[in-house]
């Protein structure tokens, strides 16, 4: 893990996602990414997502942390290891690699990200905003999505998600694990103890969703329902604000560690696994 980093200790970047604040965000991009016809498919076709839901927030987590707080070495390697796993992620009319998919999981990140951050933390600067945007580009191009399949600006990638976003159809699928989301089954029936975490994730998740995707994904969104959620984001916004940024990002920072080391360790055994074939 040592060498040069990805980043500089003061991007904004390494600010923006070492909030805490933006896991409050992980039930929407999961959301967002399911209404996608060919990402739902995707995830339907090759992961044991009902039995395993913690995996695919784990890898994503992991893999963006090795990219934004890890070394340039270590996002290469980490890049190349995810690349190689969704050469192998394809079906009938879809494809994990290919650009359209790439650019929509990464959009679900960063415009909840985003989101997350100036509406729980603080307002971003126009200048920060949009540098935060080309840092994500680098980000994703570490994953396989080519600049040139990105939106130039910050402006052209929010006319991309709204046109997205109008022009998405979701399926059965998508339906069914999006409801999965919102309800789950956890393993060893960690979804009792864990109620009242879940609901309020729920509320975030399906609330923070562009209306035309929540009613498509059949959740079910009431006047009382709007009037908690703003409620609940009084709240979390008043207690974030009020933290000191040192302590309130320690946890993610102490987390963080946790997941380069995670992410050291997948890109070796792959390597490994590689070199063996």
């Not at 394809?90 to 359209?100: C, L, W």
Request: net charge neutral; glycine share 6%.
């Amino acid at each position: 893990m040592a060498g040069r980093l990805m980043f500089p200790p003061d991007a904004v970047i390494r600010r923006v996602n070492a909030e805490p604040a933006l896991l409050f965000g992980a039930g929407r991009a999961l959301l967002l990414q399911l209404a996608h016809p060919a990402v739902a498919q995707g995830v339907h076709d090759h992961s044991e997502f009902k039995r395993n839901p913690f995996a695919r927030l784990q890898g994503t987590l992991e893999a963006v942390n090795a990219m934004v707080f890890g070394s340039e070495e270590l996002a290469e390697r980490v890049g190349r290891r995810v690349r190689w796993i969704h050469d192998f992620v394809t079906g009938r009319g879809y494809a994990a690699n290919d650009p359209v998919n790439l650019l929509w999981v990464h959009a679900t990140l960063l415009d909840t990200a985003l989101r997350c951050y100036e509406e729980l933390v603080g307002p971003l600067s126009a200048e920060e905003a949009e540098t935060y945007y080309s840092e994500m580009m680098r980000v994703a191009l570490g994953f396989g999505l080519a600049l040139e399949d990105q939106p130039p600006t910050l402006a052209a990638f929010r006319d991309y998600f709204e046109e997205t976003v109008a022009s998405i159809e979701v399926t059965d699928v998508g339906r069914d694990l999006a409801s999965f989301i919102a309800d789950p089954t956890l393993p060893l029936n960690l979804h009792v103890p864990l109620r009242p975490v879940l609901r309020t994730q729920r509320l975030f998740s399906v609330g923070t969703l562009p209306p035309s995707l929540r009613e498509q994904l059949d959740f079910e969104w009431t006047e009382l329902d709007q009037r908690r959620l703003e409620r609940t984001t009084r709240r979390v916004r008043g207690v974030f604000r009020r933290t000191p940024a040192a302590l309130r990002t320690a946890p993610t920072r102490l987390n963080g560690i946790q997941l380069l080391w995670m992410a050291e360790r997948h890109a070796a055994q792959f390597e490994a696994k590689r070199a063996a074939a």
